[in-house]
C-alpha cells in the first residue's frame, strides 16, 4: 500500500456538550466513550469542499440513547453545542443552534438535515430491516460526495460481508449505491441553506441515557476497530487506507495523501457570532498570527484560541462576538492549512 501519511482522529481537548459530559477518548484518540447527554466529540479534520470521502466507524448498544453521528458545519455559531445540531437535524427537526446538523440519527433510524420544506430525511436500517435503535454492536459507514452534493449512510453487522447503503430511497434492504449519485439524499439545499461554501466536520455524539452508544472510528488506520473483527484489508479509490468492507467505487479516505491543496489564507473575511464563550470557529486556510475582529485586536487565549486552520472564538464579548455579522482581518503566522497538520494547533 502507497504512503498515505497521517489519517485523523477524535479531538482529546473538547466535546460538544450543551450543559451534559465530556467524552472521554482512548485507543489513540479513536474510541469514545458514551457519558449523557448532551456529548459528543469531533476529528476536526475539515472535509475538503471537493471529492467524495469515506469514514466508518462501530457502535456499541444504543437502544435507550438519542445518539447521532455524521456531520456539522465549519460555521456553527455555538461550538459546544454541535451535538445537539447532529441530532435533531438528522430527524429533520428545528432547533435553537442553526440547524447545521447533517447525520445518522441512532434513535430515530434516519439520515437527514433541517429544512423547512421539501423531503430532507430517510430511513436507514440493519442489514436485515430492522430499527438501528438496538442493543447490539453495529458498524455504520459514511459517504459523502461534495461534487453531486449527496449523502448515505451504510450499515453492517460484524458478521457481513459489505455495506447496505441507505441514501433518499426509504428502503428496508439498503440498495442504495453511493457509486450512482441519484441514490443519495440531496445536501444542495443543506449546503446552500445552511453552510454555502463552508467546511464540515465528523462527529459522534453518544448523548446516551442509558445503553452504551461508544463509537470505534475507522478513517483509515485499522479495519478491525481495535481487535473487535478481523481485519478487511481493503483500501480507497487511490490505495489508501485499511477497511473493512469495499469502498463505494471513486471514494477516498481522508488522509494527508488525498487532501487536495488549497489556495493560500484568508486574510479578510466574516462570521456570525454566537456571544457565547462557545465559539464560532473561524476558517481562514492557515495558522494566524495577529487578527483584529470588528477592528479590535485579539488576544490569544483571551478572545480566541489559534488553531492550524485559523481560530475558535473564547469570548462571549459583543465586541468579538455579536450575534450579528463580524469582520476579520488576519495575517498568516504559518504555513496554509493541509490535511496533514490539521489538528488542534
Known sequence: MPSSGNFPTFNNYISGNQGGQSVTLSGGNLKTDAPGYWCGVDSYIEIPTEGKWFIETFIGNRYGSYGAQGFYSQTLNNYNQFSFDL????????NSDGNEGLAVNLNDST?????STGTTKYNVKEPDGTSIYSTNTLLI?????????RYWAGT?????????WYGNGNSSTGTDNPATATTGLDISGFRTNTISDARLRFA??????????YAIANFGQDSTFQGSMTAGGNTDANGFGDFVFPLPSGYSALCAANYPEDSGFITNTTFKGSGTSGGPVVFLNGVPNN???????????????KLACGFRLITSSSSYNSTGTNTVVATSGGATWK???AQYY
Not at 439520515?111 to 429544512?115: D, L, N, V
Not at 453492517?156 to 447496505?164: E, I, L, Q
Open 111 to 115: 439520515i437527514g438535515y433541517y429544512a
Open 141 to 149: 459507514a459514511h459517504a459523502l460526495d461534495i461534487d453531486n452534493e
Open 87 to 94: 441530532y435533531y437535524g438528522s430527524k429533520d427537526q428545528s
Open 156 to 164: 453492517a453487522f460484524s458478521t457481513s460481508t459489505a455495506w447496505s
Open 291 to 305: 487578527v483584529t475582529i470588528n477592528s479590535n485586536a485579539v488576544t490569544w487565549g483571551t478572545h480566541a484560541i
Open 204 to 213: 459522534h455524539c453518544p448523548n446516551r441515557s442509558s445503553a452504551d452508544p
Open 339 to 341: 490535511y496533514g497538520n
